[in-house]
């Protein structure tokens, strides 16, 4: 499930922020914030994506770089949110 989580977010960076630019190599760890790839507008954009793709509401303390600011830091996010909706 992790792997899907982090393909949907990726495919969703490179069509709105990279404008599907798909040269252009997007590691897993890379900071979307300091490499330019998102802005604040862009995060804005990133928690509406994540809420409606995931079925998760993104609190306004959660929108912070260490959930957000990498694939893998999204990925862990969205994958703990969803579990403590299933353990709830």
Same mark, same amino acid.
């Given at each position: 499930?992790?792997?899907?989580? !982090?393909?949907?977010?990726?495919?969703?960076?490179? $069509? %709105?922020?990279?404008?599907? /630019?798909?040269?252009?190599?997007? @590691?897993?760890? /890379?900071?979307?914030?300091? %490499?330019?790839?998102?802005?604040?507008?862009?995060?804005?954009?990133?928690?509406?994506? #994540? $809420?409606?793709?995931?079925? *998760?509401?993104?609190? /306004?303390?959660? *929108?912070?770089?260490? %959930?957000? /600011?990498?694939?893998? !830091? #999204?990925?862990?996010? *969205?994958?703990?949110?969803?579990?403590?909706?299933? @353990?709830?």
């Amino acid at each position: 499930m992790t792997d899907t989580i !982090r393909d949907a977010v990726k495919a969703f960076v490179i $069509e %709105n922020f990279l404008f599907g /630019d798909t040269t252009h190599a997007l @590691a897993d760890t /890379d900071s979307l914030i300091e %490499n330019g790839i998102i802005d604040s507008t862009g995060v804005l954009e990133l928690v509406a994506f #994540i $809420e409606d793709h995931c079925g *998760i509401t993104v609190a /306004d303390a959660d *929108i912070v770089p260490a %959930n957000l /600011d990498s694939l893998t !830091r #999204i990925t862990a996010f *969205i994958t703990a949110k969803t579990a403590s909706l299933v @353990a709830a």
